[in-house]
């Protein structure tokens, strides 16, 4: 996430992500051992963070199973 020019969260995304919507303004999420958090404005900001969350997850699983098919 970057703010300006300002890196303000750095964080891979990886298949086996753990996402918790904790509340609907705070959402949580461990990658490997670093645990991250959120807390948003309003409940839309939450969802729509969420939302790309899942969606980049759900790409990077469409890769792997892509290279999975050519490597096979």
Known sequence: MVLGDKVVLECFVKKDLVYTKAN???????VDNRKFGLTFQ????????DRGVRKAIEDLIEVISFVC???S
């Open 24 to 30: 609907p303004t705070f959402h949580h999420w461990k």
């Open 42 to 49: 309003s409940p839309a900001d939450a969802r729509a963070f």
């Open 69 to 71: 098919i050519l490597l």
